[in-house]
């Protein structure tokens, strides 16, 4: 069936409106990642090897890995727990309307909040001269870093991360537990289930894909992270973007192919991540429907 020629402009038309997108996403993203792929294949003169490949297995770059994926677990499991006993408060919790506004507001600003900035305020708030370290030493007589506490360090890293990740985690969950049916707690009640037993036998089951598909979205958003961590530590913790940067700016070392290799584990580390919140993401919509 031919499409007459206004319904020909309206499609035409419809298409330039997702152009600018594509060909953003095909400048920025995809081109770039298939020129990292491609050059993680290849040495410094253009010859196919695996040597960068290989070279990802050193003790050095293992290790590294080894800290971004504990960083990111860490940072993810905080932001899940923590994420979502704020978002259940706001939409199962009774709280004014206004606090839920301002919340999802602060929320909305804060997951996007990153980079110099986070870090220069995390060094101002808890950094060794900052204004709650001074406060617990002057008027409590806690000195924080006497406790082993140091903000350039796993510990800290993972707690400034948190900062951005709980965020993120109330504007995921949110959507699920709104999406949560009374008539589902009304026959568990009907059936004689407490407000425990509909939550373990009920509810958390029912919610269990998005809990999961949102720390597998957390967990690619801190691995992937570089301008906190790069302005908090500098190169004292070695993360995987850390040494991505240092490989490709070439200050010290300097193999641009096994920065990209560098990308390239990134990239597989991101997708399966990624992967497996999507699957998980439709299962849950399978509820919400």
Not at 14 to 25: I, N
Not at 31 to 37: A, E, G, S
Request: hydrophobic letters at 55%.
């Amino acid at each position: 069936m031919q499409l007459s020629k206004a319904e020909r402009s309206r499609k035409l038309f419809d298409w330039l409106g997702v152009a600018p997108f594509m060909l953003f996403a095909l400048l920025f993203l995809i081109v770039p990642t298939l020129y990292l792929v491609a050059g993680a294949f290849q040495d410094a003169d253009g010859n196919i090897t695996l040597a960068n490949i290989v070279g990802l297995f050193t003790d050095k770059i293992m290790s590294s890995f080894s800290i971004s994926i504990r960083i990111s677990i860490a940072s993810a499991i905080g932001g899940v727990l923590l994420g979502f006993y704020i978002s259940w408060a706001l939409v199962l919790g009774g709280l004014p309307p206004v606090i839920r506004s301002a919340v999802m507001t602060f929320c909305g600003v804060a997951s996007n909040f990153a980079g110099v900035p986070l870090a220069f305020a995390f060094l101002a708030t808890l950094g060794r001269l900052g204004l709650i370290t001074m406060l617990l030493r002057d008027w409590f007589g806690i000195n924080l870093y006497a406790t082993g506490f140091n903000l350039l360090s796993f510990s800290g890293l993972t707690l400034t991360y948190m900062y951005f990740q709980i965020p993120l985690m109330v504007l995921i969950i949110t959507p699920a537990l709104e999406g949560m049916r009374k008539e589902w707690r009304e026959a568990a009640e009907s059936l004689g289930a407490t407000h425990a037993q509909y939550w373990m036998k009920v509810a958390l089951p029912i919610l269990m894909p998005s809990l999961a598909g949102a720390f597998m979205l957390l967990f690619a958003n801190s691995f992937g992270a570089i301008a906190t961590a790069f302005s908090l530590t500098g190169s004292s913790l070695n993360i995987v973007p850390i040494q991505l940067y240092a490989q490709i700016r070439g200050d010290v070392l300097h193999n641009a192919n096994l920065g990209y290799a560098l990308a390239f584990g990134m990239i597989v580390v991101t997708g399966i991540s990624n992967i497996i919140y999507i699957s998980l993401r439709v299962r849950a919509e399978r509820w919400q429907k």
